[in-house]
């Protein structure tokens, strides 16, 4: 998570630069910093999760987080959802229940921290709704990057020994990766509704 924010800071730079330090200026740096921890929280339990579930149960529950949009819409900024969306939500949660056909055997914590994964990723969708109102692209990126990079490289000192170049070459072509689905991800909450966005995640699955 820490190389990710690491490359995704970086490579904001030369975006920044252009537009100089003063476009940094913001009256949202509260939510700019809820978005980042809950961007953060969102990678780490994504991550443990892969390491102890398997790979299917993981992803699908992280993109789950369209089903939750809804729910945090309306837990968080009073959106009444509407009726005719229940039935959907409903089907789409019966959708993943028989999937992973839970049982006691069968399920786990780290099934749970997959959830809470796309409970986070849910808020984050909507914070960056809110800001992409309002904030330039960029701004948003930076401010993410910065201060999730902020968050994470504490716990990270003294754990990069003997990572092999495969696996840097892996965490390097993560955090490109990342920093172009942000800054597409980003600049498609300023075009349209969080409601119509989130579905599309699901063809990650």
């Given at each position: 998570v820490t190389v990710q924010y690491l490359i995704c800071s970086v490579l904001c730079l030369p975006r920044i630069r252009r537009a100089g330090l003063r476009e940094l200026a913001t009256d949202h740096l509260a939510l700019h910093l809820f978005r980042g921890v809950a961007g953060v929280l969102g990678f780490y339990l994504f991550y443990a999760s892969i390491e102890n579930i398997p790979m299917v149960d993981a992803m699908l529950l992280r993109q789950s987080a369209p089903l939750l949009v809804p729910l945090v819409l309306w837990l968080w900024l009073g959106d009444i959802v509407l009726s005719q969306a229940w039935l959907p939500l409903g089907i789409g949660f019966v959708g993943i229940a028989v999937i992973l056909r839970p049982s006691p055997s069968g399920l786990s914590w780290w099934h749970a921290a997959g959830l809470a994964s796309a409970a986070t990723l849910a808020i984050s969708m909507v914070a960056t709704r809110l800001l992409a109102s309002t904030e330039p692209?960029?701004?948003?990126?930076?401010?993410?990057?910065?201060?999730?990079?902020?968050?994470?490289?504490?716990?990270?000192?003294?754990d990069y020994a003997n990572i092999s170049l495969p696996g840097w070459a892996a965490m390097i072509y993560i955090?490109?990766?990342?920093?172009?689905?942000?800054?597409?991800?980003?600049r498609a909450y300023g075009m349209a509704p969080t409601a119509i966005i989130a579905p599309i995640n699901y063809f990650a699955v």
């Open positions: 692209t960029y701004r948003i990126l930076f401010y993410y990057c910065v201060l999730s990079l902020a968050c994470v490289a504490p716990f990270s000192i003294g955090g490109i990766a990342i920093y172009w689905t942000l800054e597409l991800y980003t």
